[in-house]
C-alpha cells in the first residue's frame, strides 16, 4: 500500500503529473467520440476543457480537504487515485468538448464571473447562426449524429425524422423521437435544441441531465 506524507503542494508536484496523464487519457478518447463542439455543433479542431469548478486542481483540493484540513497530509495514493477517477464518471460530468472559439469564450466567461456576480452572456458568430455562450453552469453538452452542425441540419431537413437520447447522473437514458416538420431552412440545430423547456438553464441541471444526443433517423418508405 502507497502512502504519501507531505503537504499540499508537494502532493501536487509529485502526483499531479499522473493525475494530468490520466485526464489527457479520457479527454483525448472522449473528443474523439464526440466529434463536433457541444455548444455550437462544428467541427474541425476541437479542445477539452473541465466544467466550472471541476477542473484538476479543484478536485484535487476537494479531495485532500475531505482527508485532512492539516497542512501536512497523509494520503493513500491507489485509494485517492480511484476517487478522482469516479470523480471523472461519467466524463461528461467534468468535460466538456468545444471548438477554440467556443472554449475561449467559455473560458473568458469563467474568469469574468470570478470577479462579477452578473449574468454574463457573450455573443460570438458562426456562418449557422449566432450561437449564445452562456454562463459555464449552463451549458448543456449535447453531441449530434452525423457530428457536424451542417450535415446534420442538412440530413434533418431532408428527412424530418430523428432521436433525442436523455441521459442523468442517476444512470437514466429516455429517448424521444423530434419530428422536425416545422424545422427550415433557416432554423439553427443547437438554438433548437437548447430552446426546448427540458433543456434551458436551470431545468435540465434541476432534472439531473448530464448530455443528450441526437440522431439522425431514416424513415422507411
Given at each position: 500500500m502507497a502512502i504519501f506524507t507531505g503537504t499540499r503542494q508537494e502532493f501536487k508536484r509529485y502526483f499531479g503529473p499522473r493525475l494530468r496523464n490520466f485526464v489527457q487519457m479520457i479527454t483525448k478518447r472522449h473528443k474523439a467520440a464526440?466529434?463536433?463542439c457541444e455548444h455550437c455543433g462544428c467541427g474541425g479542431e476541437l479542445e477539452a476543457a473541465h466544467v466550472k469548478g471541476r477542473d484538476r486542481t479543484q478536485i484535487i483540493e476537494r479531495l485532500l480537504s475531505?482527508?485532512?484540513t492539516e497542512s501536512v497530509i497523509t494520503v493513500e495514493l491507489k485509494e485517492f487515485e480511484k476517487n478522482f477517477k469516479l470523480e471523472h464518471q461519467p466524463v461528461e460530468k467534468a468535460i466538456l468538448i468545444l471548438c477554440r472559439e467556443c472554449h475561449s469564450k467559455y473560458d473568458t466567461v469563467i474568469s469574468s464571473a470570478t470577479?462579477?456576480?452578473?449574468d454574463l452572456r457573450a455573443v460570438t458568430e458562426h456562418s449557422d447562426?449566432?450561437?449564445?455562450?452562456?454562463?459555464?453552469?449552463?451549458?448543456?453538452p449535447i453531441t449530434l449524429e452525423p457530428p457536424q452542425s451542417a450535415e446534420f441540419k442538412r440530413q434533418l431537413l431532408a428527412c424530418r425524422h430523428a432521436e433525442i437520447t436523455t441521459f442523468y447522473n442517476d444512470?437514466?437514458?429516455?429517448?424521444?423521437p423530434w419530428d422536425a416538420t416545422r424545422f427550415s431552412e433557416g432554423s439553427n440545430v443547437m438554438?433548437?435544441?437548447?430552446?426546448?423547456?427540458?433543456?434551458?438553464?436551470g431545468a435540465w441541471q434541476q432534472s439531473g441531465i448530464v448530455k443528450v444526443h441526437v440522431r439522425i433517423v431514416v424513415q422507411n418508405s
Open positions: 464526440v466529434g463536433a475531505a482527508i485532512s470577479s462579477s456576480t452578473a447562426a449566432a450561437t449564445v455562450v452562456e454562463s459555464p453552469d449552463n451549458i448543456l444512470g437514466r437514458v429516455e429517448h424521444h438554438s433548437n435544441l437548447r430552446s426546448r423547456p427540458e433543456f434551458r438553464s
